[in-house]
């Protein structure tokens, strides 16, 4: 879209400004500046024709701008310009990259968002090399680069998109000032990089929820490691979020061969007491819990100290038939006065397959219809790529006759196979020799499925076997002797990753609305991330473990994404020592920070890694 506003910061002989006015619809404003005053191109008649040329097209010419302070250069009434330019920035001379850095540094931190729309863009065109990131051919060290990522980040900007910048698109630019000589930089292979606002990176400042239980109102915290991910609501009728537009797809399919039946879908807060049903399934699944203490708030207030307040509507049904343990009273009994919640201990349920005794023992279960519950789930998780701590799970309930020529399972599976396959092609290119491929693959019990996935859809020579769900058996039960019951989940965010090619997860749960802006109702295609190319931090950490507790690596993963707000993308074991004296051993580990939609800055990771530091002595570790 073309600028209503345009301002362009650092010109030296107005060359470029004096061709793109050319080019300008007549209802765009163009605003010229430069560092010299008039008086310096006394002697330079082509800027001083340039000059001219501005004027007669009614171009703003300003002398004396200096790009590292924007904001004092204009009234706050004439700044939100749609986009920003700065052509080959330097600092004259023979100034090294050390420098030309920190001026790109100064220019993105003085105030610039102040003066861009709120929308608006931020163009640098920088030589062949200099920006320090893959689309420059060839890529530089990153160290001998201008980092100009990283510098943007500075100021609160993410890069969104870059491409050549051609000189033939503005006949008569030249871009003078090579070391402060009328002489042109190098522009074959430059390239114009175009920044846009980040979102704020805020404190990690967990929201506090209330719920209401009977006639009493309760809060708590959500879990640090899970800030920003509970009562989102993309699975909403109203949603048009990809996570719930692919569990539609999913299901209108598998409809045409099945009689569905849609439950709603509980919330996933659970009393303790039914931990019972997951060990029922995996015996390893309670240490992956997230545990929730509920605690009672007798506040009148719509919002409370220390977090944002949400009052969760769903819960005031399900809370409501949930049965807590009471204190006990001085004589064993149950105390019967107000406040006997004070404290409820309850956890955030890590799979659907807690709910499928409620759903087949139910009167009205139906064999042969294919029973759906679709919501979040929640579990603790090591650092990797394709895992996360919260994701959306689809369960399909099936119940089949014991005998064996019943063919309703193979039927399930292989129309489960055939919509898979065909939603995961969609987005490969067209003539692209490639595949994706999905695979039931039998488990050692002999009656169980894990559902593969070989796919493309990441780009060329980026194959990924995947695993997005599972397909489990069960004996009969006690209600439907003949029957045997078959549940198939779908982890719906990688299927969502899969389809779309999203590589980070963390992508799914943004609050920047540019991400759903990619998404067009009833048409898949490739996304195309808002954010490029974000600059990567690495901290090494040491600590000596406490004999006597040991040291659990998943709590220090949990702790690691909490702290981070889940910009550690990557913790990588490097070493291992033992005291020759004391015995005492110390474990060496390096974390990776990236994130995949905000401005990181090398400030921000250092501060996070020294809260880290802290935060691991709660787990009986010493950092050395």
């Not at 569905?260 to 699944?285: A, G, H, M, Q, Y």
């Not at 890590?350 to 579990?379: E, K, R």
């Not at 590589?503 to 991400?515: A, E, G, H, N, Q």
Request: aromatic share 10%; proline share 6%; hydrophobic share 40%.
């Amino acid at each position: 879209m073309a600028p209503r506003r345009l301002l362009l910061v650092g010109e030296g002989n107005f060359s470029f400004a004096a061709a793109v006015s050319e080019t300008l619809d007549p209802s765009t404003s163009l605003t010229a500046t430069c560092l010299q005053r008039p008086a310096d191109f006394a002697g330079d008649p082509a800027a001083r024709e340039n000059l001219r040329r501005l004027r007669e097209r009614g171009a703003e010419i300003r002398f004396g701008v200096d790009c590292t302070q924007l904001a004092g250069a204009f009234e706050p009434h004439g700044r939100a310009f749609d986009r920003i330019c700065f052509n080959f920035p330097h600092c004259g001379r023979k100034a090294g990259v050390a420098r030309n850095r920190e001026l790109l540094a100064k220019f993105f931190r003085s105030d610039c968002a102040d003066v861009l729309a709120e929308e608006g863009e931020v163009h640098v065109a920088l030589c062949k090399g200099q920006g320090g990131t893959p689309a420059d051919n060839p890529t530089r060290e990153w160290h001998n680069s201008w980092q100009v990522v990283a510098m943007a980040a500075l100021g609160g900007f993410i890069l969104s998109d870059v491409h050549p910048f051609s000189c033939e698109a503005v006949p008569g630019y030249k871009c003078t000032g090579y070391r402060s000589q009328d002489k042109s930089f190098h522009v074959e292979g430059a390239l114009n990089h175009i920044f846009t606002r980040s979102l704020p990176f805020k404190g990690s400042q967990p929201r506090i929820f209330r719920v209401k239980l009977g006639d009493q109102w309760f809060s708590f915290p959500e879990p640090e490691a899970l800030v920003g991910k509970l009562n989102r609501g993309f699975l909403k009728a109203s949603s048009c979020h990809p996570i719930k537009t692919i569990n539609e797809k999913l299901i209108s399919e598998l409809g045409k061969a099945f009689t569905l039946k849609r439950l709603k879908c509980p919330f996933p807060l659970l009393p303790p007491e039914e931990t019972s049903v997951l060990t029922s399934w995996n015996c390893d699944i309670l240490s992956t819990v997230f545990w929730i203490h509920l605690l009672e708030d007798n506040s009148n207030s719509e919002s409370l100290t220390g977090g944002t307040t949400e009052d969760m509507e769903d819960f005031l049904v399900s809370l409501s038939e949930l049965s807590f343990p009471k204190s006990p009273g001085r004589d064993g009994e149950e105390e019967a006065h107000e406040g006997i919640y004070a404290q409820a201990k309850i956890w955030l349920r890590p799979s659907l397959l807690v709910h499928v005794q409620t759903v087949i023992q139910a009167p009205d279960f139906l064999p042969g219809s294919l029973y759906i519950l679709s919501g979040p789930v929640f579990q603790k998780c090591h650092i990797l790529p394709f895992t996360m701590p919260a994701f959306h799970e689809t369960l399909f309930i099936l119940g089949i006759n014991k005998n064996p020529k019943d063919d309703c399972l193979q039927s399930l599976l292989n129309h489960l196979k055939g919509i898979l396959g065909s939603l995961l092609m969609q987005t490969l290119l067209e003539g692209s020799k490639l595949s994706n491929s999905v695979e039931f693959v039998f488990q050692p019990n002999g009656k169980d499925y894990m559902i593969n996935v070989k796919s493309h859809n990441f780009g060329p020579g980026c194959a990924k076997d995947l695993s997005i769900g599972s397909v489990t058996t069960s004996v009969p039960s006690s209600i439907h002797e003949e029957q045997c019951f078959v549940f198939v989940s779908i982890n719906l965010d990688l299927l969502a990753m899969l389809v779309w090619g999203i590589s980070d997860w963390r992508m799914l749960w943004t609050f920047d609305k540019r991400f759903l802006k990619n998404f067009v109702p009833e048409k898949i295609e490739p996304f195309k991330s808002y954010s490029l190319y974000p600059p990567i931090y690495v901290h090494d950490i040491s600590f000596w473990l406490d004999e006597k507790k040991g040291f659990d690596e998943l709590e220090f993963h949990t702790v690691a994404r909490a702290v981070s707000q889940d910009t550690v993308i990557s913790i990588q074991f490097l070493s291992r020592f033992q005291h020759p004296k004391t015995k005492q051993v110390s474990l060496c580990y390096r974390l990776t920070y990236q994130t995949c939609d905000k401005a990181l800055t090398q400030q921000q990771v250092a501060s996070m890694q020294s809260q880290f530091r802290k935060e691991i002595q709660r787990l009986h570790l010493t950092p050395r």
